[in-house]
């Protein structure tokens, strides 16, 4: 005969099953799990390819790709593309300080000739342009 194992003393055997209704998952856990993953495939926690901007003057055409979401930690990398339309004798990239305000800037590709601020913006130099030469620039954060 097989030997029963002993329940110890204040334990029954009903305290070995789970209750009827958690047994089964609850409609609410489903819910809030599947809104979850709904929101997360939406793209409202980013993910999602960075949207373009494109301003377009008779000096030039400038497009800035960038993510519209940045989480705290998070790797990113903004691309700019200029199109002068028009020769410059020195082509200057000027960014309001609120753009990079609490952001580290690892690297500028490919760097400028000169670097400063003045004007209430951070100047990045590249020298001369001709017109209808693109120039690809980009800055990882």
């Known amino acids: 005969m097989g030997q029963e194992k002993a329940i110890p ?8 099953r789970l209750p009827g209704p958690l047994r089964r998952p609850k409609l609410a856990s489903l819910v809030v799990t599947g809104a979850i993953l ?9 993910g999602t390819p960075n949207p373009s901007h494109v301003i377009d ?8 790709t960038t993510p519209s ?23 200057v990239l ?9 952001m580290t800037v690892n690297s500028a590709i490919p760097a400028a000739e000169k670097e400063s601020f003045g004007g209430g913006l951070f ?17 990882d954060g």
């Open 38 to 46: 709904l929101a997360a495939i939406a793209g409202f926690a980013g």
């Open 69 to 91: 979401i940045l989480r705290n930690g998070l790797f990113y990398e903004t691309r700019i593309h200029i199109v002068p339309h028009r020769a410059f004798d020195d082509l």
């Open 9 to 16: 003393d204040g334990i029954e055997e009903r305290h070995h």
């Open 57 to 64: 003057s008779p000096a030039a055409r400038l497009e800035v």
């Open 94 to 102: 000027g960014v309001e300080p609120s753009l990079w305000r609490d």
């Open 123 to 139: 100047r990045f130099s590249f020298g001369p342009a001709k017109a209808g030469e693109p120039i690809e620039l980009k800055f």
